[in-house]
């Protein structure tokens, strides 16, 4: 197939100088389609053959709880469903009840539950800041929300959990207002500088937390570890309090599934549908600091997963808020679930943090849009 | 340009020298206090006796085998990366370029912990001599650069698109550099400040000596280079019509940053910013002469690292917070007001 074509654009090519203008057309058109499908990450495809978005969500449902069960079963060791069962439902104090209840239960849990606040952040920024590749990462919300945890334990002697996630919140509205606030005075910065703004600002927060964390010993070791991004040992109350943040910031941003569609567009456009634009933005910050704030005091800084789930879940189930958002949900949850069981195998028998894996593959995902030019 | 008085003014060559020796000036005073500021004060007439081989002997204790080397590691390393800064800015002609951001540093880390984790025992000594440490650095940092602009192709030529490039790929360095920690043994993890952050805390006189022999050569394929280094201003083709930016000579400069840059990285860790502000400061001081701009670099380099690791023994004593934390803290702003300014329209 491919040496005919070559053949064949061989033998035109020398005429190409001399076509009529139909014919340029015919190429012009030809590049441009090519163009639009390289872009696809943006735009959604219509095929007949593809599912309809309920089914899809469908299926990631069913494919988040295979995750979960596998979450449950793998790691140093290799339970079966039935000790899952048993430990489960008919708890008695085996070994094997113990790990799977007291261990591998709240991480199968808080995996998910993180994913999925950090996807449903992701596509809520991605559109706000109509940059496809701004991310609480990105934009430096995460690492002002650890920061704000770090403080919040050591300066003010917050202990409660629900406490901390409280400042992880307000860290990441703090965060989220200081750099959209330093890209409009500067009158419309371009979306790569607006992430290189937010980059800046979170290697910033992380060199204060270095500085924190190395002059006060004692909490040194305990907020390390929850530093690096990790869903290992916490305990099942860490879930309970970061439930209620990311339940109330996944019901605000579905309720601005409809405003947000017209935002996609421009300003201009939005105003002229009817959107009050100040109010939209103001609310859908705070879901973003609510679901940002909980995945962080959850799981510590976990990179770059709000970067690589909104991008999956358009191409599954296309621009439309209604379902891009319950999609980017299900997504982070599956994408955080089988990070997690990645990270006990790569480096078997020690375990990994969940933080590096994601960062490799947010790494290879943010080079593969810069490369194709996607913002 | 901030200051385009200094960087149109004619002939200012006596007044770069004097500058020079100015700051070659403070650059000893900072050093000499950098061993006198401590838990006990050493005069600075004194530190210079035991320099010169006098003084007492508890005070030759202190200055030669606890400050001593942490001053002359911070220099070494402060110098070198400042330089390695200065080289990438101007061959890149992106004021916004330095190890740090381009992901060189943490190339650079990623080849030292792969070379422990690597070349270590059950006993968690190593098994080839420490000296190759900078080569693998050196391997690490050449890795990351080369990356970089082999991916960014023809983006290279927008300094913003080039940046981050470079942060993404510096985020996958530092990722695999926390897993390869944990494969490694346990008392690297120990020192992870230095990996993370950049610290010259635990510095030994081995360690500093093989910075210095690395630097001769690097240092000199440095001056040799640097007649090649394009003026700011000059665009690609002019470059290269009067014989610069020659593709040679580019991929030189690249490896001679990524050298100078893993030297620092090998023993005292990513300091993060020197390479981006020392390069301005000595634009701001002698303009865009090179030979001083290059000397003046180093010179503010190894003061920014001497000094920040001075006042973290100052401040937060006895706690040893590690120096490249403060430089982050101080370079961050920085280079959000360079990104902010709107004369620059590199988008």
Known sequence: ?375 | MTMPTLALAPRRMPGRWTILAIVAALFVLLGLAGIGFGSTWIPLDRVATILLGGGERTDRLIVLSLRLPRVAAAMLAGGAIALAGYQLQRITRNELASPGVLGVVDGAALGVVLFMAIFSDESNALVVPVAWQPLAAALGALGAIALVFILSGRQASSAIRLLLFGIAIAAAAKALTTIFMLVGPIYQASQAARWLAGAVNEVNWGEIQIMAICLVPALLLAALLARHLPPADLDDVSAQGIGLNVPVYRILVFANAALLTAIAVSFVGGVGFIGLIAPHLARLLVGRARLAGMLVTALVGAMMLMGADLLIRVAFSPIEVPAGTLTAILGAPYFLFLLMRKDKANG
């Open chain 1, 1 to 375: 197939m491919d040496i005919v074509g070559s053949l064949n654009l061989d033998k035109y090519s020398p005429k190409l100088d001399g076509c009529t203008k139909s014919e340029t057309n015919l190429t012009v058109n030809i590049h441009f389609r090519q163009t639009v499908t390289l872009s696809n990450a943006v735009m959604p495809r219509r095929d007949a053959r593809r599912l309809s978005p309920p089914a899809i969500l469908g299926v990631l449902a069913a494919i988040l709880l295979v995750s979960m069960l596998a979450s449950l079963t793998l790691g140093y060791r290799i339970y079966g469903l039935d000790q899952v069962w048993m430990a489960l439902f008919v708890p008695d104090n085996s070994e094997s009840a113990t790990i799977i209840a007291g261990l591998r239960l709240p991480r199968a849990l808080i995996a998910p539950l993180t994913g999925a606040a950090l996807g449903l952040a992701g596509t809520i920024v991605q559109t706000l800041a109509r940059n496809r590749i701004a991310s609480p990462d990105t934009l430096g919300l995460n690492g002002g929300a650890a920061l704000a945890v770090v403080l919040a334990s050591i300066a003010f002697d917050v202990q409660s959990l629900s406490g901390l996630s409280a400042a992880a919140a307000l860290g990441a509205l703090v965060t989220s207002l200081v750099v959209f606030g330093v890209a409009a005075s500067a009158g419309g910065l371009s979306p790569l500088k607006i992430v290189l703004v937010g980059v800046t600002f979170a290697s910033l927060s992380h060199a204060i937390v270095e500085v924190f964390l190395t002059s006060n010993e004692a909490q040194l070791q305990q907020l390390l570890f929850w530093l690096s991004g990790a869903f290992v040992d916490r305990p099942m109350s860490q879930v309970l309090a970061g439930l209620p943040f990311v339940a109330l910031g996944a019901v605000l941003a579905l309720g601005l599934a409809r405003p947000l569609d017209a935002l996609q567009a421009d300003d201009s456009t939005a105003q002229s549908l009817g959107v009050p634009l100040s109010l939209v933005r103001g609310i859908a910050f705070l879901a973003v600091a609510l679901l940002t704030g909980a995945a962080v005091s959850m799981a510590g800084p976990v990179a770059f997963v709000g970067l690589v789930v909104p991008h999956a879940a358009r191409h599954l189930v296309g621009l439309r808020h209604a379902w891009q958002l319950p999609a980017a949900a299900l997504c982070g949850a599956v994408y955080a679930t089988l990070a997690d069981i990645a990270a006990r195998f790569v480096i078997y028998p020690v375990e990994a943090p969940v933080g590096a894996i994601t960062a490799i593959v947010g790494a290879f995902v943010l080079l593969l849009l810069l490369r194709r030019r996607a913002a």
